[in-house]
């Protein structure tokens, strides 16, 4: 399997504009994430979903942010608009498991740049 | 999830073995104990996790103490590919599928 994929993996853009990112989970996964990671902040979860129905979206920061999951192999996380504050890189991840196990699989990032 | 504590930083030289510790002294009963690494530019990866007895997989291995409230990773012989940032987090497991990522322990392999 070729893994989580993620793109663009880089984004420059600038403020105001409205920026999407995209993510394929690995076949089969029933589960998947969405990550912001920053130096102040670290690794923050943004919102999870379980076989595409987004079950827990607290940390969504604000509005401006939207994720969807219009099927099991395709997910996209909005920015709109899009601000300096949101420059991170953002990581995809899925997991298989509905037992005990809470293995995640992560992509290799977007590094959004936002001037 | 309850809260871990780890080292900002170890250090370590190219094929001894490293153990990282990682206290977490309000773990819950049902709290599983989970290890993740990210290398530099790349994502997360699982590592290993347990629960109460020790457990070892072809990467690590997981030391539980007896009374959980610590854990040690355990990497027999250390390679230059293991410098990373290790984080210890817990996870309550039943419907909670949240993971949260503290600082971890930035991991130095000298060679």
């Known amino acids: 399997d070729a893994g989580v994929i993620q793109s663009p993996r880089h984004e420059v853009t600038e403020m105001g504009q409205e920026v999407t990112l995209r993510c394929k989970p690995i076949?089969?996964?029933?589960?998947l994430f969405w990550y912001r990671q920053t130096m102040m902040r670290g690794l923050e979860l943004l919102i999870y979903f379980n076989n595409n129905v987004p079950i827990d979206d607290s940390g969504m920061p604000e509005d401006r942010f939207s994720a969807k999951m219009p099927n099991a192999s395709f997910s996209t996380l909005k920015i709109q608009p899009s601000e300096p504050r949101d420059s991170a890189v953002y990581f995809c991840a899925s997991s298989p498991f509905a037992g005990l196990l809470r293995e995640q699989y992560f992509g290799p990032g977007t590094r959004l740049t936002v001037t | 999830d309850a809260k871990t504590t780890q080292p900002n930083s170890m250090e370590s030289n190219e094929e001894e073995p490293v153990h990282l510790p990682c206290n977490h002294s309000?773990?819950?009963?049902?709290?599983?104990i989970h290890w993740y690494r990210q290398l530099p530019s790349q994502g997360p990866e699982y590592v290993i996790h347990g629960l109460t007895s020790n457990v070892n997989n072809r990467m690590a291995s997981l030391a539980i103490a007896e009374d959980r409230k610590s854990s040690t990773l355990i990497l027999h012989r250390a390679t230059l590919r293991d410098a990373a940032v290790y984080y210890c987090?817990?996870?309550?497991?039943?419907?909670?599928?949240?993971?949260?990522f503290g600082k971890g322990t930035l991991l130095t392999v000298n060679p």
């Open positions: 309000t773990i819950s009963g049902t709290d599983y």
């Open positions: 076949s089969g996964h029933d589960y």
């Open positions: 987090i817990l996870n309550s497991g039943g419907s909670n599928y949240k993971l949260t």
